[in-house]
């Protein structure tokens, strides 16, 4: 992971690549019990945090505002450290609930890219941000994947030196 030093390279689009050190160690070091954090099945927001009370007879209740669910409706939630983490393959709990999440944080701090195994998925902030000049071009110049914040410069520019150094075998499929 790069250091805040090493994220100068990106300029002001440094804060919509990856957040400040400081930012990510407090939120890694939030208390956290993997036995009763689970998100939760909600009708207007569609997956919430909540706290395992209890599970009796194929029903869970659930701190949220306190409801009680079917229990397949309730899925385990990561500890903090995997709060907005860049690449969601790295996840221990891997389901919608925590994709999502991931995403929907990530969105909100304005870290519009995030990977999830090969794949870069992108969130679209329907506004401009400053992460398309040349100065984040060069930055993620001759980079590989995991040296820089996820982005598609990353992904282009990979592709390109995997081209350049297998010849045609290597492709790259774009969708929407």
């Not at 909600?42 to 409801?67: C, I, N, R, Y």
């Not at 980079?143 to 150094?165: G, V």
Request: glycine share 4%; hydrophobic share 40%.
């Amino acid at each position: 992971m790069s250091s805040d030093a090493e994220m100068s390279v990106f300029g002001e689009a440094a804060p919509y690549l990856r957040k400040p050190e400081r930012e990510r160690i407090e939120c890694q070091n939030k208390p956290f019990d993997a036995k009763s954090a689970v998100f939760v099945v909600d009708p207007k927001e569609l997956f919430v945090k909540g706290t395992l009370q209890s599970k009796d007879g194929g029903k869970a209740t659930v701190k949220t505002d306190v409801v009680t669910v079917k229990d397949d409706e309730v899925f385990p939630m990561n500890p903090p450290k995997f709060d907005k983490i860049e690449d969601m393959a790295m996840m221990t709990h891997l389901n919608e609930a925590a994709v999502l999440y991931n995403l929907k944080e990530r969105y909100a701090a304005w870290m519009i890219y995030t990977y999830s195994g090969l794949f870069c998925v992108t969130v679209n902030p329907y506004k401009w941000l400053p992460v398309y000049n040349q100065e984040v071009v060069v930055a993620y110049r001759g980079k590989k994947r995991q040296e820089a914040p996820p982005h598609i410069f990353s992904i282009s520019d990979n592709a390109y030196q995997f081209m350049l150094t297998d010849g045609a075998t290597s492709s790259l499929l774009i969708t929407f």
